[in-house]
């Protein structure tokens, strides 16, 4: 195919990752994405946000590895939106969103068993579909990135003089997003995630007890699973920064109701492809302390656990690791934390085994008297 042409001069390295994409693969131009592909049940929805304040004119090689990881891992279905984050007014724009056009195994092989006579073979359309979705968000991230691009000299800096963003503000206005659906949302952010506002500072000491966003704020990032990339990619003389920024925002996330499950210079997303999702409600007592809380599951064909987390009431949500497989009606879950949800060890164990409507196990150390009771229900639809 063509290589998609946007008009955009001086932009021929990041346009590459557009290499299969047709001349038409304009938005509101030509072909556009069927919506059937958005009628799909889906396990998850993927949102990419683009930081404006840190675009480096001639840097794009963060487009091309942000696309390419995502379809990679997208499900068929998956709605896939792109966003722009401003942290210096603190406020986010939508730019597009669409479904990922793909089927299942079970929908190929249904599809591939008729005959067409009169209409032609979905899959036979898919390819095409593929390539105006890469399309449309080359065209997406292009307009961010032609908009808001800056000198080198102009976006990188010192700790010491370090310019006012407000990325927690920014993320916080886009929380209809996450208000609005019951599925996981994974949130993949291009940003330096040097947060530097009235909120807090990844630059001063961690607070002893650390401010709780989702009250101030009055946001939630309910069901978020959240990746960032480009962390503190534009800070000169910034040694420990990136560890003192993954610290501050796994507990700003965590206050937000949900988990930091990425965060680093490179993009760390899994090529792997959730097939079904569970949202089991959970019971645990601390002592005397009774506790509620949801732990919600994404596995793939192999049972390995992708973007999942467990949490309770009055005490966090962590991301969650290991796999979740069931014989028939009987399911394992062995799990392990990100950090020490109900102790405070680097990473609590979870086993769950049962009927697949109702497990129970223990979650905290192994070999310790730090284990508790756990009971996981899956709700009647």
């Known amino acids: 195919m063509k290589k998609m042409n946007m008009g955009l001069a001086g932009l021929a390295g990041f346009l590459a990752l557009c290499l299969h994409c047709p001349a038409q ?7 556009t994405l069927n919506p059937a592909f958005c009628n799909q049940p889906t396990q998850r929805e993927t949102v990419a946000y683009i930081d404006d304040m840190s675009l480096v004119e001639g840097k794009t090689e963060w487009a091309q590895k942000l696309v390419t990881k995502l379809i990679s891992s997208l499900t068929p279905g998956e709605r896939v939106a792109v966003v722009q984050i401003s942290p210096a007014s603190g406020q986010s724009k939508a730019i597009w969103s669409g479904c990922w056009p793909d089927y299942n195994a079970e929908q190929r092989s249904q599809i591939g068993s008729q005959h067409y006579i009169f209409s032609k073979n979905p899959l036979d359309g898919l390819k095409e579909q593929q390539a105006l ?6 065209q997406a991230l292009t307009k961010i990135y032609t908009e808001s691009k800056r000198p080198q000299g102009q976006v990188r800096f010192t700790p010491d003089n370090a310019p006012k963003k407000q990325i927690l503000r920014a993320l916080a206005s886009d929380e209809g997003r996450y208000s609005s659906t019951q599925k996981t949302i994974r949130a993949v ?9 009235d909120l807090g500072s990844v630059y001063a000491p961690l607070p002893e007890k650390f ?3 989702g009250e101030r704020l ?6 978020g699973v959240f990746y960032a990339f480009g962390v503190a990619g534009n800070v000169d003389n910034s040694t420990n920064l990136p560890e003192k920024a993954r610290t501050f925002w796994t507990h700003a996330l965590e206050m937000m109701s949900a988990s930091a499950a990425g965060f680093g210079s490179d993009l760390v997303i899994e090529n792997r492809v959730p097939v079904a999702s569970y949202v089991f409600d959970l019971k ?4 005397d302390d009774k506790l509620e809380g949801k732990m919600s599951l994404l596995v793939d064909r192999d049972g390995a656990l992708i973007d999942s987390w467990i949490g309770f009431d009055r005490l966090s949500i962590v991301g969650l690791t290991g796999k979740f497989k ?3 009606e009987n399911c394992l879950l062995d799990g392990s934390t990100a950090r020490g949800l109900v102790t405070k060890s680097d990473t609590d164990t979870v086993q769950l085994s049962g009927k697949q409507t109702d497990l129970s196990g223990q979650i905290g ?3 310790t008297k730090q284990l508790f009771e756990l009971r996981a229900v899956l709700p009647r639809t």
């Open 133 to 138: 979705f890469q399309g449309y968000i080359g």
């Open 326 to 328: 069931c014989d028939g």
């Open 211 to 213: 401010p709780n966003y």
């Open 365 to 367: 150390v192994r070999s």
């Open 189 to 197: 952010i291009y940003s330096d995630m040097m947060e530097n506002s």
């Open 284 to 287: 645990t007592a601390l002592g």
């Open 218 to 223: 009055g946001s939630r990032f309910r069901h």
């Open 25 to 31: 693969a304009q938005i509101g131009v030509g072909p």
